[in-house]
């Protein structure tokens, strides 16, 4: 088993900053790629960022260029750098970690953008 544990969320004014971080403890060898998704008011969970375990990186549209994901495999952990942050980031952001044999899940932060 893997657990997951999100940190960092919270309020802050539109064009601020936020950093989140998720920690995988548990039965972590085989950790493969780490996702940050969310989820708006209202709607369905959107993937925000990926990251390999080599490194290579994945990001939504709507966050390119803001949104910056990193991770330490040495720790297990996996942050997201939000930047210029806007009324419509605001969500439940949720981590993702895949072993080879599944994925598990965070239990979520939230993260409120006030204009």
């Known amino acids: 088993q893997v657990q997951v544990v999100e940190s960092g969320g919270g309020l802050v004014q539109a064009g601020g900053s936020l950093r989140l971080t998720c920690a995988a403890s548990?039965?972590?060898?085989?950790?493969?790629?780490m996702y940050w998704y969310r989820q708006p008011p209202g709607k369905q969970r959107e993937l925000v960022a990926a990251i390999t375990s080599g490194g290579t990186t994945n990001y939504a549209e709507s966050v390119k260029g803001r949104f910056t994901i990193s991770r330490d495999s040495t720790k297990n952990t996996v942050s997201l750098q939000m930047n210029s942050l806007k009324p419509e980031d605001t969500a439940v952001y949720y981590c993702?970690?895949?072993?080879?044999?599944?994925?598990?899940w965070g239990q979520g932060t939230q993260v409120t953008v006030s204009s």
């Open positions: 993702r970690v895949d072993s080879v044999l599944r994925p598990y």
């Open positions: 548990g039965r972590t060898s085989s950790l493969t790629t």
